[in-house]
């Protein structure tokens, strides 16, 4: 399987778009969102977030590959919901910094040049927003989409810098803005995207009514 998908990177740019999910299971997944939609309906959601996410992104299909890194049941379930034309791995352990780390680290060294991480909660991520956040990283070491809570719904790198991973208080209004010192510190340059909002919260689902 690596040796294919080294072959297919090759054909593609080198470059390659992780997509963080998870399998929409009732109870383990939105559960912020529960107690408004119940179980089985924040699970639908998290499973609609995630095939518009994909549906837009494989509108690059002819300029990278697509990896689906995720958590929940297993790949095979995976395949049957999403299809088996992607790529899929089970999302390392740990906090999110580790697991987007360990998901950079492994395709670096699968050879990919230029790794974008994205997550499914934010719909208004678009293919033209997609496109800059690889531009942007010709002349950039980082690039980040900012999201309107605080954190980021985009973080792209041209290599590992486990830094920008490490004690960050995930979850919380204060991410981006640790990242962007950490980058500092580093003397890293770095892009901002657009502003976008995520889906997280009762008072998010406005944001999905138009789609």
Not at 133 to 157: Q, S, W
Not at 175 to 193: P, R
């Amino acid at each position: 399987m690596i040796k294919k998908f080294i072959v297919r990177a090759e054909a593609l740019n080198n470059y390659t778009l992780i997509i963080f999910t998870r399998y929409p299971e009732p109870g383990k997944t939105k559960t912020r969102l529960i107690p408004v939609l119940g179980a089985e309906g924040a699970a639908n959601l998290q499973q609609k977030l995630t095939e518009h996410t994909l549906k837009e992104a494989k509108k690059l299909l002819n300029y990278l590959a697509i990896s689906i890194y995720y958590t929940g049941k297993n790949k095979q379930l995976m395949q049957a919901w999403l299809g088996d034309d992607l790529t899929y791995y089970s999302q390392a352990s740990g906090d999110l910094g580790n697991r987007m780390n360990s998901a950079f680290a492994e395709s670096f060294k699968l050879g990919f040049s230029k790794v974008v991480i994205i997550g499914i909660d934010c719909p208004d991520l678009n293919i033209n927003i997609l496109k800059s956040a690889f531009n942007y990283l010709e002349n950039n070491d980082l690039v980040l989409g900012e999201a309107a809570d605080g954190g980021y719904y985009l973080i792209g790198l041209k290599k590992v810098i486990p830094e920008l991973f490490k004690d960050i208080a995930w979850g919380t209004s204060q991410v981006l803005l640790m990242t962007k010192n950490i980058a500092d510190q580093l003397n890293l340059s770095y892009h901002l995207l657009p502003i976008l909002s995520d889906i997280d919260r009762p008072e998010d689902l406005q944001i999905w009514e138009k789609y």
